[in-house]
């Protein structure tokens, strides 16, 4: 990208002195073209420098609202940063009006120093970096405020306080504060905590693919922290002791009625949201439990029923009221629904339904032929028993075919997978991958179905070719190609389809305002999860396609958002704070060549397993979930990285957020 | 990266100051420099805590590392190689003092912490001298009130250990920071006035003036005197100092390093000190003159003290005279009243109000398991796999023992269960289950958790496993079988799953540490109870633990305050004891068969005319006031003794003033079984003496050895008293000594008695009244301390919300509380702890005595309550 300046990590780059031509390019940079789709953004400061976009900007000014916003920011907790940075604003201020003196830069430069030297978190350690780079590259604009002749443009200066962890979550939780209170043997506040990000907090404990634990700066000095197992803690201690449960105060203090259409994660979710805002929700569930694919798809062994049992008895108790084996398009409508006097919806019905894999023979309703999705629940739900199979194949090579092919394994059938790239390009989460092999899950890479091989009626086998890789297809990854004349016959009596899911949205028929996607998926905004139906908002897998449960959460929170923002009359849109948020996103918060002066050594402790005979023998949980003493001491290794981003936007918003 | 070790395991080999060392994995860098003398400086860091880091005081250098390390919160990793001293390190240490400095109020002229100030030791020792820095928007703050405390945040750090203290030890959470940046405080978590149990431990470890009591110091720090001493109030037996100037005790003031309780106290320990100064003290001995109590000479009271004690014995035998002796007397006392009785008087009819209470109990525990099956020492807590409190309301019952299990389980996590009539689970952290079982059902429930425990659907421990503990494992398993827990869960009103749940780790973690309370004291099953929690402990290779409500309880009964025994649980009617202290003093008393009747029944059945009370108020505490007092009026002569006029001592012929703690030494033996020395701090007030001194008097008239000295009495009982040998006050000194009974281990198969106790019909009084001691008062000496009684100034009683919404009660009714002895007025609480139809009422507002309400001979007391 071209900028006017960069001080972002370890490239500087300089182009003040040249014309806009010669601009030396600054590739480890990306922002965004604007702030917000409308407003102008012309610097970026944060823990990894300056970056000036273009003019206008006034360092100086920056650097004072930087400061302001480290003190606001500081959780007072240690000397340096709650003192220290109140000194930095108080001289920068100083500065700013025009009273400076040369002495106060030195003393500027010597507390930048000592803060970050010793401070006990992020916000002290890289706060006063952009700052520091300041004073060393423009000092030209700090003498002609000691001067006295400069004033202040006054422009506008949003900022977010987050860490890369929280950054890459989709619910953006606040990891740091609730890894802390556990900690500090605070477990009840820490359970809060999450749950203000997301109210699933045991879904997410057990089953969350935690982004976060790619972007965490302890990696860099041994291993990341074990942040999913933590918050599994938090939840487990409320549900094993005698602790009371946090109450709703705010339960049904709104009269208006909304209506979130699947009882998911992004639909319970928004529910939940809703109803801490006051307002009277109805979640609309076709199965007789909710949970959605948490329910249905992930194993007993990851998220047991028991589990999603207690969270909707959670989200009950909040206020929402929850309506089984209601199928939304055929049990009530959109025109049903209004009539009744529900002011807005929330659509989150997922994607349950199995991609075909268009091989001959899937259709013919052989016995031992599944699709993935479909099995995965009956064998959770115990619906129908499974007749024991001696050899599954299982297509696929995401989580649902690891669910699909750990879940056969246990009913004590010899598995293979069988999947047309390699190793190298699996989908599936690598410790799922692991537990497979350990579990006598086989692997059949570059190979690909052609035809299921039946006799009687019952499968015998797979035709199966061997492929091999060539160019990368649209989503970066090798398109796999037949070999001419690899065709070969594996055995099975049963066969598996896992390759993906697509979403049942029939009922979108009866509002044709509603756009929808050539993956059939309502069109909505990524952000305020708005349809063009002024009334509906879309969230989870029936919006994106199947994703993750935390993207669905965080969805699900800002579906609430916006349909709080609706209801009562308001511009639907994110904050500043969160437009902020998503610039942070875009230049990226974790560095993984960043060095880290930290003693290195303290290992991660290892998650307690179940006894491999119980393992395989049941679908009793394998992990054990830390114990109190593990769990402290994982905590003791977060390193507390907060950082603050802030932009220098130029006109004012009608409304600051 | 590089390759990382396991922590808490195993031993680490790293570097200090160029010196190998080794530590256990998981010690912090600060833990393993301090164990090997190497200073390294700190400020917020506190032993008993976890890390706190806020002071960034404790850097230390590690090689390779470009950057000062924190060493409280760093743990100690192969290889390391840390140096504690650098010029850059005193660097960074003087600019930390100077930004927790700046804006720092120079208020130590005034200031209460002055001269114990850690910011004045730490500013000084670092040179910080001058100030570098400043900010803008300095303005003086309010102090805030938090009734027994007040918080300055002008003065504040922001170090948190206040947070912390209250976090991990003391288990309220009451507080924390509020706000960020240079303006945050110290707030209370719910933002309202604070209301918690005033403990004072966030005042005792704030490092700075920030915190002080409201209780306004009037001493410098430099112009105290501390006296090292045992506070009085319960039995844990916490260590603490009197801080005096000019003779005056100004402060209650607590050591991290002294004593059992590690630095914590309990409101009454660190508030209830005032009454050491009280106006209301009888000065002198009083002889009753016709309706009025004239002052005499102790020579005079005494002389007819004596006469009329031989008068009484000579008309009417030697059982026609006996003393009820307080729990709150010391070792020395104690000893003391039952020798001149005993070999002086030939009188053995003494007793205490708790084995009044509960004659059988204790002739169980002192005959079936020694007095050793329930006497544990508190270390037992920090090596215990899991803790089980047994109708023990352990926040406000001996609460210091609390703070032991809280720390516990912080640092192991351990389980805890808990087993009461009333929800007294505000804990934190939370118990694992809280089984909350109707009142009379607890030998049920506790027989159930032995059933629970080795049936191999539930907890599975195989009896074979545990042999060696149990005498007949398989007697006692089949003693259980007819057990069916599911009924035992219907019957105790307690959720089946709890009971699992508790069996299961017991089964599984084992050690257990069993805490019973006064709830299970006092109750008319107790034996029943204690043996079958007995028979629990040892099943599960664990120990139970007895809380002694008073601070000398057990002493008591160790110096045989009891009509059954002779000091040490010889018993009285033995002659081989009898004859064993004959030896020792001289005498030629002889055995003592039973002696009838108690004391109150003797006393109005006219079989005791002469009673001595030494230092108790029976007509407001014992259960059935009413009744005390009229069969004390039957008394022909009654001779009282005590520190403050009490509705007994009103009736008394002769009242003998006696000394409070702080006026004398002597000692106090714990739950523990340690004995401990409390020392004289404040000199005697009027004429008062201590009741070893009053006896010892008595004693010369009647020809008995005379003492000098309230340690040679002590080197008697360290002479001639089984399990005393040694604990002469000079070895008890530093730490106490422990005494050692007679062990008796294993437990024994029974018939196990599962009916419940008979709590009587509801009919026209609807509700059992629990009638027990409430947190901040305890006997007539906390309700002298101003302090105390302003955060507890009157009767209430506690009810169950259902309760109240059926009765329309609202907070704060006045109520007329009645039962079919008497009635007392009190103010309405309403809280969700005893079950529906139960109430609570704390014993110890003289001025609404609950021990009236009770019948002495119902096992429960029921009540009904009006609006007044």
Not at chain 1, 378 to 403: E, F, H, W, Y
Not at chain 2, 176 to 187: L, P, T, V
Not at chain 2, 263 to 274: A, H, I
Not at chain 2, 691 to 697: L, R, S, V, Y
Request: aromatic share 8%.
């Amino acid at each position: 990208m071209k900028l006017l300046f960069s001080s972002w990590l370890h490239n500087l780059v300089d182009n003040r002195e040249k014309s806009g031509d010669s601009w030396s390019d600054c590739p480890s940079v990306t922002l965004p073209e604007t702030f917000d789709k409308e407003r102008r953004m012309t610097a970026f400061m944060g823990w990894g420098g300056v970056v000036i976009v273009s003019e206008p900007y006034d360092i100086v000014e920056m650097a004072y609202e930087y400061a302001k916003s480290l003190q606001a920011s500081s959780c007072a907790k240690c000397f340096p940063c709650r003192v220290g940075t109140k000194v930095i604003e108080d001289l920068l201020h100083v500065i700013v009006e025009g009273r400076g003196s040369d002495d106060d830069l030195d003393r500027l430069a010597t507390l930048c120093h000592s803060i970050s030297k010793n401070s006990k978190c992020g916000i002290g350690q890289l706060g006063p970096k952009p700052i520091t780079d300041t004073l060393l590259h423009f000092k030209d604009d700090y003498r002609r405020y000691l001067s006295g002749g400069e004033k202040r443009p006054g422009f506008y200066y949003p900022y977010k306080m987050t860490a890369p962890c929280t950054s890459a979550c989709p619910t953006g939780m606040d990891i740091p504060l609730y890894i802390e209170h556990v900690k500090e043997e605070n477990f009840g506040a820490s359970l809060a905590t999450i749950r203000e990000a997301s109210v699933m907090a045991n879904m997410l404990g057990r089953a969350c693919f935690h982004p976060c634990e790619n972007n965490c700066r302890r990696a860099n000095v041994e291993t990341s922290l074990s942040i999913c197992k933590i918050k599994r803690f938090a939840w487990d201690y409320e549900d094993q002791h005698a602790v009371g449960q946090p109450v709703n105060l705010n339960k049904h203090t709104r009269e208006e009625k909304v209506a979130v259409i699947g009882g998911g994660i992004a639909g319970m979710v928004c529910a939940y949201n809703l109803a801490l805002k006051g307002y009277r929700v109805t979640v609309f569930e076709k199965l007789p439990y909710s949970g959605g694919a948490a329910r249905t798809g992930i194993p007993q062994y990851r998220v047991p029923n028991e589990v999603m049992d207690k969270e909707a008895r959670y989200v009950k108790e909040m206020g929402v009221e929850i309506k089984y084996n209601v199928h939304f398009g055929k049990d009530e409508t959109f025109k049903s629904l209004r009539e009744k006097g529900f002011k807005a919806f929330f659509l989150a019905t997922g994607a349950d339904l199995s991609k075909p894999m268009r091989v001959e023979g899937e259709n013919d309703g052989y016995d031992g032929f599944y699709n993935g999705i479909e099995i995965l629940h009956q064998v959770k739900q115990n619906l129908n028993p499974v007749p024991k199979r001696k050899k599954t194949l299982v297509i696929g090579g995401g989580n649902t075919a690891m669910d699909c092919c750990r879940t056969f394994a246990r009913l004590g059938s010899d598995v293979k997978i069988v999947y047309r790239r390699t190793e190298k390009e699996l989908p599936a989460d690598p410790h799922e991958y692991k537990d497979s092999l350990d579990e006598g899950v086989e692997y059949m890479f570059l190979e690909a179905p052609s035809k299921i091989i039946a006799e009687n009626g019952k499968i015998v086998g797979l035709l199966s070719q061997k492929m091999k890789l060539g160019e990368p297809d649209e989503s970066g990854r090798r398109r796999p190609k037949p070999i001419e004349g690899s065709e070969h016959v594996i055995d099975a009596d049963c066969i598996i389809s896992a390759i993906g899911q697509d979403c049942d949205i029939f009922y979108l028929d009866e509002d044709k305002q509603i756009q929808v996607t050539k993956w059939q998926t309502p069109v909505a905004d990524e952000d305020t999860m708005r349809t063009d139906a002024p009334d509906v908002f879309a969230g989870g897998d029936c919006m994106t396609g199947p994703a993750t449960l935390v993207d669905a959460s965080g969805q699900g929170k800002r579906g609430a958002q916006s349909i709080d923002q609706f209801i009562r009359g308001e511009k639907i849109r994110i904050s500043d704070t969160q437009w902020m948020e998503k610039i942070i996103r875009k230049i990226g918060a974790y560095d993984k060549d960043e060095v880290i002066p930290v003693p290195k050594g303290w290992s991660r402790q290892p998650m307690p397993i179940c006894d491999r005979d119980k393992k395989l023998g049941s679908f009793e949980e394998v992990e054990l979930g830390y114990t109190q003493e593990q769990v402290m001491d994982e905590a003791g290794r977060c390193m507390r990285c907060y950082i603050v981003g802030m932009a220098c936007v130029i006109n004012k918003g009608d409304d600051k957020q | 990266m590089t390759e990382a070790v396991a922590v808490k395991s195993g031993t680490v080999r790293f570097t200090l100051d160029g010196q190998p060392v080794e530590a256990p994995g998981g010690t912090t860098i600060l833990e393993a420099a301090r164990s090997r003398g190497v200073y390294i400086p700190t400020l917020c860091y506190l032993e008993k805590l976890l890390p706190i880091g806020s002071c960034r005081i404790c850097s230390v250098e590690v090689e390779g590392v470009n950057g000062p390390v924190m060493s409280c919160a760093t743990p100690v990793l192969e290889d390391m190689a840390v140096t504690t001293k650098s010029d850059s390190l005193a660097e960074y240490r003087r600019q930390m003092m100077q930004f927790i400095l700046v804006n720092h109020p120079v208020d130590c002229p005034i200031c209460e912490r002055s001269g114990e100030c850690s910011l004045q030791d730490r500013s000084f020792e670092f040179n910080a001298s001058w100030q570098a820095f400043k900010t803008e928007d300095y303005k003086k703050k309010p102090v805030i009130d938090w009734a027994a405390l007040r918080y300055d945040k002008n003065l504040c750090i922001m170090c948190e250990r206040c947070v912390k203290i209250c976090r991990e030890v003391q288990g309220f959470n009451a507080l924390e920071i509020d706000g960020s940046g240079y303006g945050a405080k110290i707030n209370t978590v719910t933002r309202q006035k604070l209301d918690c149990d005033f403990c004072g431990q966030c005042l005792s470890v704030c490092p700075v003036g920030a915190i002080s009591s409201a209780i306004i110091l009037s001493a410098r720090s430099w112009e105290i005197k501390k006296v090292e001493s045992i506070c009085p109030h319960c039995g844990v037996g916490c260590s603490y100092h009197m801080d005096l100037k000019l003779g005056k005790i100004v402060r209650i003031s607590s050591d991290d390093n002294i004593g059992v309780n590690n630095g914590n106290l309990c409101v009454r320990g660190r508030f209830g000190f005032e009454a050491f100064h009280s106006d209301e003290r009888i000065k002198t001995p009083l002889a009753l003159k016709g309706v009025k109590h004239e002052p005499v000479s102790w020579d005079q009271a005494l002389s007819e003290v004596v006469e009329k004690i031989k008068e009484t014995k000579q008309k009417h035998g030697p059982n026609s005279v006996a003393v009820l002796a307080s729990e709150n007397l010391t070792n020395e006392d104690a000893y003391m009243l039952q020798k001149v009785m005993r070999a002086g008087f030939g009188v053995n009819h003494i007793d205490t109000m708790s084995n009044m209470i509960n004659s059988d109990l204790n002739a169980q525990m002192f005959d079936n398991y020694g007095a050793s099956s329930q006497i544990t020492s508190y270390d037992e807590i920090g090596k215990a796999g899991a803790f089980l409190f047994f109708g023990c309301d352990a926040a406000n019952e001996n609460p210091v023992i609390a703070n032991m299990v809280r720390m516990a389980m912080r640092d192991k996590g351990a389980p805890l269960f808990v087993a009461s009539s009333r929800d007294t689970s505000d804990f934190f952290p939370g118990p694992d289950s809280m089984m909350r079982y109707k009142y009379g059902t607890e030998a049920y429930l506790a027989a159930s958790l032995i059933k629970a425990v080795t049936d191999a659907d539930i907890g599975g421990l195989d009896p074979d496993s545990v042999a060696d503990q149990v005498d007949d494992t398989a007697g006692l398993v089949k003693s259980a079988e007819f057990i069916n827990v599911q009924d035992a869960a219907k019957v105790t009103g307690v959720d089946f799953k709890a009971i699992k749940q508790t069996a299961t780790a017991l089964a599984l973690r084992g050690a257990p540490l069993i805490f019973i309370g006064k709830e299970i004291h006092d109750h008319h099953g107790s034996a029943e109870i204690m043996r079958a929690l007995a028979n629990l402990a040892n099943l599960t290779g664990g120990k139970t633990l007895v809380y002694k409500e008073h601070c000398n309880s057990q002493g008591a009964n160790d110096m045989g305050l009891s009509p059954t025994h002779l000091p040490g649980y010889l018993k009285a009617d033995d002659t081989g004891a009898v004859e064993h202290y004959n030896k020792k003093w001289g005498s030629d008393f002889p055995a003592f068969s039973s002696p009838g009747p108690n004391i109150f029944d003797g006393l109005s059945d006219g079989t005791i005319k002469t009673l001595i009370v030494a230092g108790c108020d029976p007509i407001t505490y014992y259960p059935d006031g009413q009744y005390v007092r009229e069969a004390i009026q039957n008394a022909e002569f009654l001779v009282v003794s005590g520190s403050f006029p009490s509705e007994t001592s009103v009736l008394a012929n002769i009242t003998l003033p006696s000394c409070q703690i702080a006026e004398r030494e002597g000692t106090y033996t714990n739950n523990e079984g340690r004995v401990q020395l409390i020392r004289k701090a404040i000199d005697r007030v009027g004429q008062a003496r201590p009741e070893w001194e009053i006896f010892a008097d008595i004693g010369a008239r009647l020809g008995l050895d005379s003492y000098l000295s309230c340690e040679q009495v002590a080197d008697e009982i360290a002479d001639s008293v089984p399990g005393y040998q040694g604990l002469t006050h000079d070895n008890v000194s530093g730490g106490g000594g422990l005494v050692s009974y007679p062990r008796k281990g294993k437990a024994e198969s029974f018939q196990f008695n599962i009916k419940p106790v008979e709590t009587g019909e509801s009919g026209s009084y609807p509700f059992l009244a629990l009638i027990m001691n409430s947190l901040f008062h305890l006997g007539p000496a906390t309700r002298r301390s101003p302090t105390l009684n302003r955060l507890e100034p009157s009767a209430y009683i506690e009810m169950n919300p259902e309760d109240a919404e059926e009765g329309s009660f609202n907070e704060g009714d006045k109520v007329v509380v009645e039962s079919k002895q008497g009635s007392i007025l009190a103010s309405l609480k309403i809280k969700n702890r005893a079950r529906k139809g139960v109430v609570f009422i704390p014993i110890n507002f003289e001025n609404a005595p609950a021990a009236h309400l009770v019948y002495r001979n119902d096992p429960v007391t029921r009540v009904k309550i009006s609006k007044s």
